[in-house]
């Protein structure tokens, strides 16, 4: 008679009557709801069914994964269950590598045994991990595909060599102002037989010109396609690696020492695939560009202040590289490239889709040629051109019909050159317009006006805003941002990346926690059906 008395007070007591619920139950929710909300998914207390106890573990971890980091970390003190699912489907994680790290390792570990992407990061102030935190990390972590080490300055060749043998999976490094040297990094190279990105900037254990350790090939030449060599006193000594890396497709190289012509030209004649190049501050010539202009592949071509470049340079390689979509030239105001090499990438290169310019004087002979030869010209800016105004932009505007995005910074253009476009360029959706003393905020609005549909950026140069950058090297002068760049928080102990999710549904979500929290991410997939809830 008590079994049935309890079993039919369950409604009523959901109705109106609290008083009558049994001590032996929680009564706390996890956070407060709207009764309509309640009711949709039938409750967690008082004996009802709880829908979401009920899904698999697959479906809570596949949820968890479309959460963010703060989300996630919410969830998982709802219970121990969604603590142990929490743990196992996190792929992604960010630390705080300061030497106290180490104790807790194992634990951490225990808690996250999925992890395949890991970065270990430390502030510059603060002691960072040494090998023995490495080496436990690795042996708890053998399915690592990714590492990003920065400023772990504590570890050494040994380390690395350690690590690079118990994960032998690795795709990915990357490491920075870190102090292990060649042995170490010719360690992962000799071990990790599936890397496939490498990317290192100020390995500070690379000093020595004349006693450097050639660095490469290894197993990992086979299947490298990428390779990013930034701020490196001795760079050159990782040309054994380039030259034996076959499969590679994308080379960078910012602000290495020493001259690149030589070890450009032996690159050339034993890769063949690559379609990729970036150059910054390096000590490079027309003799380095002769001998890029092998790759005839080429797609991608960044020459950002090499002042010994000239024309003939870049003729050689739009003579050859007739495949090139995008080239991005910082000429430093050197006047040493010009209509001479831009008239020869527009004869030969008409796949051209996106052309930055800063610091380089082009013409109406260059831009007219480039437009009627470039008809997939979509992205074009002009930085810091001394020749650029509005005979220029009309040009632009009449010829360049392909044209989407358009940037023009510190330029001689007044209103009438930016009126220019109101009638030209139909396919033009956006207009960035920033440092040009003769343009106004009235010539800016009346091209508003003209074309409603048409996003115009313009920036006096009386605020200064922080753009992204025209090159992966760096902060430029001129910098120029054809796409969105989406923020990035800064990385939390503990924290997977960022998957791009809307603003307003994070926050939303955010009022929100626990089974709550989850409940409702459920409806939204449902469309607020319960039944459909209860059937996932």
Not at 20 to 31: D, V
Not at 118 to 141: E, H, N, Q, T, Y
Not at 459 to 476: K, L, M, R, V
Not at 478 to 491: L, R, Y
């Given at each position: 008679?008590?079994?049935?008395?309890?079993?039919?007070?369950?409604?009523?007591?959901?109705?109106?009557?609290?008083s009558?619920?049994?001590?032996?139950?929680?009564?706390?929710?996890?956070?407060p709801?709207?009764?309509?909300?309640?009711?949709?998914?039938?409750?967690?207390?008082?004996?009802?069914?709880?829908?979401?106890s009920?899904?698999p573990?697959?479906?809570?971890?596949f949820?968890?994964?479309?959460?963010?980091?703060?989300?996630?970390?919410?969830?998982?003190?709802?219970?121990?269950?969604?603590?142990?699912?929490?743990?196992?489907?996190?792929?992604r994680?960010?630390?705080?590598?300061?030497?106290?790290?180490?104790?807790?390792?194992?634990?951490?570990?225990?808690?996250?045994?999925?992890?395949?992407?890991?970065?270990?990061?430390?502030?510059?102030?603060?002691?960072?991990?040494?090998?023995?935190?490495?080496?436990?990390?690795?042996?708890?972590?053998?399915?690592?595909?990714?590492?990003?080490?920065?400023?772990?300055?504590?570890?050494?060749d040994?380390?690395?060599?350690?690590?690079?043998?118990?994960?032998?999976?690795?795709?990915?490094?990357?490491?920075?102002?870190?102090?292990?040297?060649?042995?170490?990094?010719?360690?992962?190279?000799?071990?990790?037989?599936?890397?496939?990105?490498?990317?290192?900037?100020?390995?500070?254990?690379?000093?020595?010109?004349?006693?450097?350790?050639?660095?490469?090939?290894?197993?990992?030449?086979?299947?490298?396609?990428?390779?990013?060599?930034?701020?490196?006193?001795?760079?050159?000594?990782?040309?054994?690696?380039?030259?034996?890396?076959?499969?590679?497709?994308?080379?960078?190289?910012?602000?290495?020492?020493?001259?690149?012509?030589?070890?450009?030209?032996?690159?050339?004649?034993?890769v063949?695939?690559?379609?990729?190049?970036?150059l910054?501050?390096?000590?490079?010539?027309?003799?380095?560009?002769?001998?890029?202009?092998?790759?005839?592949?080429?797609?991608?071509?960044?020459?950002?202040?090499?002042?010994?470049?000239?024309?003939?340079?870049?003729v050689?390689?739009?003579?050859?590289?007739?495949?090139?979509?995008?080239?991005?030239?910082?000429?430093?105001?050197?006047?040493?490239?010009?209509?001479?090499?831009?008239?020869?990438?527009?004869?030969?290169?008409?796949?051209?889709?996106?052309?930055?310019?800063i610091?380089?004087?082009?013409?109406?002979?260059?831009?007219?040629?480039?437009?009627?030869?470039?008809?997939?010209?979509?992205?074009?800016?002009?930085?810091?051109?001394?020749t650029?105004?509005?005979?220029e932009?009309?040009?632009?505007?009449?010829?360049?019909?392909?044209?989407?995005?358009?940037?023009?910074?510190?330029c001689?253009?007044?209103?009438?050159?930016?009126?220019?476009?109101?009638?030209?360029?139909?396919?033009?959706?956006?207009?960035?317009?920033?440092?040009?003393?003769?343009?106004?905020?009235?010539?800016?609005?009346?091209?508003?006006?003209?074309?409603?549909?048409?996003?115009?950026?313009l920036?006096?140069?009386?605020?200064?805003?922080?753009?992204?950058?025209?090159?992966?090297?760096?902060?430029?002068d001129?910098?120029?941002?054809?796409?969105?760049?989406?923020?990035?928080?800064?990385?939390a102990?503990?924290g997977?990346?960022?998957?791009?999710?809307?603003?307003?549904?994070?926050?939303?979500?955010?009022?929100?926690?626990?089974r709550?929290?989850?409940?409702?991410?459920?409806?939204?997939?449902?469309?607020?059906?319960?039944?459909?809830?209860?059937?996932?």
């Open positions: 008679m008590g079994q049935s008395a309890s079993t039919a007070a369950v409604p009523s007591c959901r109705e109106t009557n609290h009558h619920r049994s001590k032996a139950k929680s009564t706390a929710l996890i956070s709801m709207q009764a309509e909300e309640n009711d949709a998914w039938k409750g967690t207390t008082d004996g009802v069914a709880d829908y979401i009920d899904l573990d697959e479906c809570l971890a949820i968890f994964q479309s959460l963010g980091s703060g989300d996630r970390k919410r969830c998982s003190l709802v219970c121990r269950r969604w603590l142990k699912i929490e743990g196992q489907s996190r792929h994680l960010s630390l705080n590598a300061q030497s106290d790290l180490l104790p807790i390792i194992p634990s951490l570990f225990s808690r996250f045994d999925a992890v395949t992407k890991l970065a270990l990061k430390c502030d510059r102030r603060s002691v960072s991990i040494g090998d023995d935190a490495l080496v436990l990390i690795s042996l708890r972590c053998r399915n690592l595909t990714r590492l990003k080490l920065r400023a772990c300055r504590e570890l050494t040994a380390g690395m060599a350690a690590f690079a043998k118990n994960c032998k999976s690795l795709k990915k490094l990357s490491c920075g102002s870190c102090t292990f040297g060649a042995r170490g990094m010719n360690a992962v190279l000799d071990n990790c037989s599936s890397l496939e990105e490498l990317s290192v900037k100020r390995l500070r254990g690379i000093t020595d010109v004349a006693a450097a350790e050639p660095i490469g090939p290894g197993v990992a030449a086979a299947s490298l396609k990428t390779i990013c060599l930034k701020e490196l006193y001795n760079g050159q000594c990782f040309g054994p690696l380039i030259i034996g890396a076959k499969k590679l497709r994308t080379l960078k190289l910012f602000r290495c020492s020493g001259d690149w012509d030589k070890l450009l030209q032996l690159i050339a004649e034993r063949a695939g690559m379609v990729e190049i970036h910054e501050r390096l000590q490079v010539s027309d003799h380095g560009l002769a001998a890029i202009s092998n790759s005839l592949d080429l797609e991608i071509l960044h020459l950002v202040k090499t002042p010994e470049c000239t024309n003939s340079g870049l050689s390689v739009a003579e050859r590289c007739k495949l090139l979509r995008k080239l991005h030239i910082d000429g430093w105001k050197a006047n040493r490239i010009g209509d001479e090499g831009l008239v020869a990438v527009a004869k030969h290169c008409p796949n051209l889709q996106e052309l930055v310019l610091g380089v004087n082009p013409t109406k002979v260059s831009l007219e040629m480039l437009a009627s030869n470039c008809q997939n010209l979509e992205r074009l800016a002009l930085c810091g051109s001394d650029v105004g509005d005979s932009m009309s040009c632009i505007a009449g010829k360049c019909v392909a044209l989407k995005k358009l940037c023009i910074k510190s001689p253009v007044s209103d009438n050159g930016l009126e220019a476009l109101a009638s030209g360029c139909p396919n033009l959706v956006k207009v960035k317009v920033k440092k040009c003393r003769g343009v106004t905020p009235d010539g800016a609005d009346g091209l508003r006006v003209s074309r409603p549909s048409l996003a115009v950026n920036d006096t140069g009386e605020i200064e805003h922080q753009d992204a950058s025209a090159s992966d090297g760096g902060a430029q001129h910098a120029v941002e054809f796409t969105p760049v989406g923020g990035q928080a800064p990385a102990n503990i997977p990346s960022s998957s791009g999710r809307s603003t307003s549904f994070k926050s939303r979500l955010g009022l929100l926690s626990g709550s929290f989850v409940a409702c991410t459920l409806r939204r997939w449902s469309g607020g059906n319960s039944s459909s809830r209860g059937n996932s």
